[in-house]
Structures are given as C-alpha cells and as structure tokens.
C-alpha cells in the first residue's frame, strides 16, 4: 500500500498520466482486498477514466471487472451488471482488435510473399533474358567464325583456281608457240628443200644415166635430202615434247 501511494505521488506530481491509470487500478484492487469498497471504487473510477483517454484496454478491463466486484460486494447489483456489461463490451473490442491485427498481419504476410514472388520472377525473368543474350552472343560469334572461315576457304580456292587457269593459259601459250613454230619450219623450211629436190630431178638424165650431169644432181639432192632430214627431225623433236605437255 505504502509503495502504491508512492507511486501515485511521483505520477501526480509529474503529471506522468500514462503510469496513474495502472497505479489507481494496483490502490483500488488493494481497497478491494481490504473491503475498503468506496475508497476502491473511487481509484478504480479514475483508472477507468484515464485508460479510456489514453487507450489503454487491458487497464481499462481490469479497472471494470475490480469495479463491478466492488459494486456486487456493495449490494449495487444494476451497477455491477452495467459494469460488467461494459467489461464484457472492451473484451469483445480487444478481442476484434486483436483479430483485426491478426487479419492485417496476415495480409501483410501474404502481400510479402506476393513481392517476393513477384520480385523473385523478375529475377528469373532478368536471369532468362541475360542467358538469351548471352546465348545469341555465342550464336552471333560461332556464326562470324564460320562465315569467316568460309571466306578464307573459298579465297584460297579462289586462288588456287586462279593460279591453275593462269598455269593452264601459260601452257596451252607454251603449246600454240610450238604449234605456231611447227607449222612456221613446215612452211619454210621444208618446202625451200622440196622444191629444191623436184628441180633437179627435173634435169637429170633419164636416158644416159652415165651422163656427168647426172652424178651433180645425185649430190645436190642428197645434200638437199639431209637438209630436210635435219629439218624433220627439228619437226618431231617440237611434236613429242608438245605430246609430252599435252599429258601433264
């Protein structure tokens, strides 16, 4: 009792409302237990006063049950039924109170969870759309390689080929020179001796072989002879070595 006056004194003199409704609820409690039902019920009407000012239900509870308990031990059955009726009424408040807060954390909760779905699939989102990227990168790169790659194949047989046709132009200039040179030495140098042979025969001496004249003739052919034999021989060397180049 002596602590709770105490108490009660500090507060008041500090103005402290929030600690004076629990301090009239602990002295009007006290008056209760010692049948001091006035006195307690006027501590218990100034704590039920404060709580409802300041909010305070679990005060405000316990202040309305005390007080219908004082009123009940005085004989003032109207009053500890209003009471408790009051009581019965914060009861239900803070009970719908406390369910209230129970929904709202629930919602909370389910709202959380409803971002952190929504942000973990945009992660996944993000994450898909950066291994695409990622992915269409190496595609892109793989496709550089192999068209670059292509290029230079088809560059060096481009080369290549070109390098054939102009061997393959050279030769075939090789074997017209030849040709050209042949038909050139048959032209020249075959028909000057031919020519040359048809016209001493055309002087010897059918009907005297021992004519003198016959015996130049002979000579001036098979000079003329060995003449085109060289020439010929100058022919066939030009056509084998053309044969030959005509097989690589």
Same mark, same amino acid.
């Given at each position: 009792?002596?602590?709770?006056?105490? =108490? $009660?004194? *500090?507060?008041?003199? %500090?103005?402290?409302? @929030?600690?004076?409704?629990?301090?009239? +609820?602990? /002295?009007?409690?006290?008056?209760?237990?010692?049948?001091?039902?006035?006195?307690?019920?006027?501590?218990?009407?100034? =704590? $039920?006063? *404060?709580?409802?000012? %300041?909010?305070?239900? @679990?005060?405000?509870?316990?202040?309305? +049950?005390? /007080?219908?308990?004082?009123?009940?031990?005085?004989?003032?059955?109207?009053?500890?039924?209003?009471?408790?009726?009051?009581?019965?009424?914060?009861?239900?408040?803070?009970?719908?109170? @406390?369910?209230?807060?129970?929904?709202?954390?629930?919602?909370?909760?389910?709202?959380?969870?409803?971002?952190?779905?929504?942000?973990?699939?945009?992660?996944?989102?993000?994450?898909?759309?950066?291994?695409?990227?990622?992915?269409?990168?190496?595609?892109?790169?793989?496709?550089?390689?192999?068209?670059?790659?292509?290029?230079?194949?088809?560059?060096?047989?481009?080369?290549?080929?070109?390098?054939?046709?102009?061997?393959?132009?050279?030769?075939?200039?090789?074997?017209?020179?030849?040709?050209?040179?042949?038909?050139?030495?048959?032209?020249?140098?075959?028909?000057?001796?031919?020519?040359?042979?048809?016209?001493?025969?055309?002087?010897?001496?059918?009907?005297?072989?021992?004519?003198?004249?016959?015996?130049?003739?002979?000579?001036?052919?098979?000079?003329?002879?060995?003449?085109?034999?060289?020439?010929?021989?100058?022919?066939?060397?030009?056509?084998?070595?053309?044969?030959?180049?005509?097989?690589?």
């Amino acid at each position: 009792m002596e602590c709770a006056k105490s =108490a $009660l004194k *500090l507060a008041e003199e %500090n103005h402290n409302n @929030d600690l004076l409704s629990g301090i009239y +609820t602990t /002295l009007g409690l006290v008056y209760l237990k010692r049948g001091e039902f006035q006195q307690a019920i006027a501590f218990l009407q100034n =704590a $039920l006063s *404060l709580s409802q000012s %300041n909010g305070e239900l @679990d005060i405000e509870q316990n202040a309305l +049950t005390a /007080l219908s308990d004082a009123y009940e031990k005085l004989n003032q059955p109207e009053k500890a039924l209003k009471t408790y009726r009051d009581y019965i009424s914060v009861r239900d408040s803070v009970h719908g109170i @406390d369910k209230a807060n129970y929904l709202v954390r629930i919602d909370l909760e389910y709202e959380k969870q409803k971002q952190t779905a929504a942000f973990n699939e945009k992660i996944q989102r993000q994450r898909i759309y950066t291994y695409t990227g990622f992915a269409g990168a190496v595609m892109v790169l793989l496709l550089s390689f192999f068209i670059y790659r292509s290029y230079n194949t088809a560059k060096k047989y481009n080369e290549l080929l070109s390098k054939e046709q102009e061997r393959q132009l050279a030769h075939i200039e090789a074997q017209d020179n030849v040709l050209t040179d042949i038909a050139h030495t048959q032209a020249h140098f075959v028909r000057g001796p031919v020519a040359t042979i048809l016209g001493l025969i055309q002087f010897f001496n059918y009907e005297d072989p021992t004519d003198p004249i016959n015996k130049e003739i002979m000579a001036g052919v098979a000079a003329t002879t060995e003449k085109l034999d060289n020439v010929v021989k100058d022919i066939v060397i030009k056509e084998n070595k053309l044969r030959r180049e005509t097989k690589k």
